[in-house]
């Protein structure tokens, strides 16, 4: 399709016909041309055109919009006419021309979209969610827990699975931030406050620990057991009990304490691990279940780069960090704010302020004071949606210089059972 410009010398509804058998209009050719972004039929079309402008478009502005309106109107009842035929194949030409071959907006290449460069697809559904350690580790099958048939990612740190979410080589990470015998597991914590991904949901597994060594190899040999932290302290009491008054060090994980004792074959070594880690690495299980409480649960969070929209139709958590100038006689109005509305708290967890670790406090009469700064992080049972919870950080921002809400997500309603053996 061609477009005209008004002249003062021609007028343009004189050269607007519709085909007829009558001859076909043709216009003088000469430079100026402005075409159609659809295909252009030159077999059919007239000559390019181009009129020298008189004046300026402002002085042919009538004309110009008169010939606008004619040209639409022809397009509306031509492909109204082919409608009426039934003939949705045939486009009938502009102006008598069959100048338009239009595109089926069926037929259009659709624009990237955000799930193009990185899908994310149905929940659980091969979905990529990195945790802390090696195959055979507790947080591997948190993961599985957490998101049915994902693929899994380990990472050799926590900081690592943060960083794989924000980088956008994982969807989710899943990671450990309690223990019921352990406690906190305080890193995981100060990563939270670091990052800026958010919680979205929970999930508590129950620990079933065992004492892993090379095949044939007795506990009578053992000089050493080597395993992460968390599970050297949650079954001291047990390794007493059968005589292990042995080394014990601690490793990244539990699944990698395993796997440096088969890799390094090892045999005055023992690993406390999971059975899927006795399995994956090939080692005996000397002892089982020699935790020192059979209800040993961890419970995991599963982190996300967006939020998800809180809901009042189940069960809902909310985790907040804030922290006040003026130290910690704040706590008091705070945990007020949630008890005057009913609401339950779970969690309180103190760690330190490492912008600010040490606030001083100077008194003419007593002297200069030290005290400690701490963040402050609660975790409690109602949804951001709630009005109740909505209203009580309201109240909690007035006492507050630094507040931030990490996530408001389902609560893991999962039965409970002991932890045993798979």
Same mark, same amino acid.
């Given at each position: 399709m061609q477009s005209l410009s008004p002249s003062s010398s021609i007028n343009l509804k004189s050269i607007i016909r519709t085909r007829?058998?009558?001859?076909?209009?043709?216009?003088?050719?000469?430079?100026?041309?402005?075409?159609?972004?659809?295909?252009?039929?030159?077999?059919?079309?007239?000559?390019?055109?181009?009129?020298?402008?008189?004046?300026?478009?402002?002085?042919c502005r009538a004309d110009w919009q008169s010939t606008c309106a004619i040209l639409a109107s022809k397009v509306v009842s031509q492909q109204q006419d082919t409608?009426?035929?039934?003939?949705?194949?045939? /486009? @009938?030409? %502009?102006?008598? *021309?069959?100048t338009l071959d239009l595109v089926p907006i069926e037929n259009r290449q659709k624009p990237l979209t955000i799930t193009d460069l990185s899908p994310a697809p149905m929940h659980g559904s091969q979905l990529r969610v990195a945790y802390q350690g090696v195959p055979g580790a507790y947080s591997e099958a948190a993961a599985g827990k957490a998101y049915p048939n994902c693929e899994a990612i380990p990472c050799d740190q926590f900081e690592v699975a943060f960083q794989a979410v924000e980088l956008w080589i994982a969807d989710r990470a899943v990671l450990p931030v309690e223990n019921s015998l352990g406690g906190s597991i305080h890193r995981n914590y100060?990563?939270?406050?670091?990052?800026?991904?958010?919680?979205?949901?929970?999930?508590?597994?129950?620990?079933?620990?065992?004492?892993?060594?090379?095949?044939?190899?007795?506990?009578?040999? /053992? @000089?050493? %057991?080597?395993? *992460?932290?968390?599970?050297?302290?949650?079954?001291?009491?047990?390794?007493?009990?059968l005589g292990l008054n042995v080394t014990?060090?601690?490793?990244?994980?539990?699944?990698?304490?395993?796997?440096?004792?088969?890799?390094?074959?090892?045999?005055?070594?023992?690993?406390?691990a999971s059975v899927r880690a006795a399995d994956l690495y090939g080692l005996q299980i000397l002892a089982d279940g020699i935790q020192?409480?059979?209800?040993?649960?961890?419970?995991?969070?599963?982190?996300?780069?967006?939020?998800?929209?809180p809901r009042t139709d189940r069960?809902?958590?909310?985790?907040?960090?804030?922290?006040?100038?003026?130290?910690?006689?704040v706590l008091f109005k705070v945990l007020s704010a949630f008890a005057f509305r009913n609401i339950s708290l779970t969690k309180i967890e103190s760690r330190p302020h490492r912008n600010r670790p040490i606030r001083l406090v100077d008194d003419a009469n007593v002297?200069?004071?030290?005290?400690?700064?701490?963040m402050f992080y609660v975790d409690f049972e109602a949804s951001m949606a709630d009005v109740r919870a909505q209203n009580a950080l309201a109240e909690v921002q007035e006492f507050t210089s630094f507040l931030r809400v990490l996530?408001?997500?389902?609560?893991?309603?999962?039965?409970?059972?002991?932890?045993?053996?798979d």
């Amino acid at each position: 399709m061609q477009s005209l410009s008004p002249s003062s010398s021609i007028n343009l509804k004189s050269i607007i016909r519709t085909r007829s058998p009558s001859p076909t209009y043709r216009v003088v050719p000469t430079r100026l041309v402005v075409q159609c972004a659809y295909q252009y039929d030159s077999a059919n079309a007239a000559a390019s055109a181009n009129f020298n402008f008189c004046g300026g478009v402002g002085s042919c502005r009538a004309d110009w919009q008169s010939t606008c309106a004619i040209l639409a109107s022809k397009v509306v009842s031509q492909q109204q006419d082919t409608e009426k035929s039934g003939n949705s194949d045939n /486009i @009938t030409a %502009v102006n008598g *021309h069959k100048t338009l071959d239009l595109v089926p907006i069926e037929n259009r290449q659709k624009p990237l979209t955000i799930t193009d460069l990185s899908p994310a697809p149905m929940h659980g559904s091969q979905l990529r969610v990195a945790y802390q350690g090696v195959p055979g580790a507790y947080s591997e099958a948190a993961a599985g827990k957490a998101y049915p048939n994902c693929e899994a990612i380990p990472c050799d740190q926590f900081e690592v699975a943060f960083q794989a979410v924000e980088l956008w080589i994982a969807d989710r990470a899943v990671l450990p931030v309690e223990n019921s015998l352990g406690g906190s597991i305080h890193r995981n914590y100060d990563l939270l406050l670091r990052h800026r991904l958010h919680i979205v949901g929970e999930v508590q597994l129950p620990v079933h620990h065992c004492l892993l060594a090379l095949p044939g190899v007795r506990k009578e040999y /053992i @000089t050493r %057991v080597i395993s *992460h932290p968390q599970a050297l302290s949650q079954c001291e009491l047990t390794l007493t009990k059968l005589g292990l008054n042995v080394t014990r060090e601690a490793v990244d994980d539990t699944a990698g304490a395993a796997e440096f004792v088969a890799a390094n074959n090892l045999r005055d070594t023992a690993a406390i691990a999971s059975v899927r880690a006795a399995d994956l690495y090939g080692l005996q299980i000397l002892a089982d279940g020699i935790q020192d409480d059979s209800s040993n649960m961890t419970r995991f969070v599963m982190l996300a780069r967006e939020p998800i929209i809180p809901r009042t139709d189940r069960p809902f958590k909310t985790s907040i960090v804030f922290a006040h100038d003026k130290g910690t006689s704040v706590l008091f109005k705070v945990l007020s704010a949630f008890a005057f509305r009913n609401i339950s708290l779970t969690k309180i967890e103190s760690r330190p302020h490492r912008n600010r670790p040490i606030r001083l406090v100077d008194d003419a009469n007593v002297g200069t004071a030290k005290h400690f700064e701490y963040m402050f992080y609660v975790d409690f049972e109602a949804s951001m949606a709630d009005v109740r919870a909505q209203n009580a950080l309201a109240e909690v921002q007035e006492f507050t210089s630094f507040l931030r809400v990490l996530g408001s997500y389902p609560m893991d309603m999962t039965p409970w059972c002991p932890s045993r053996g798979d």
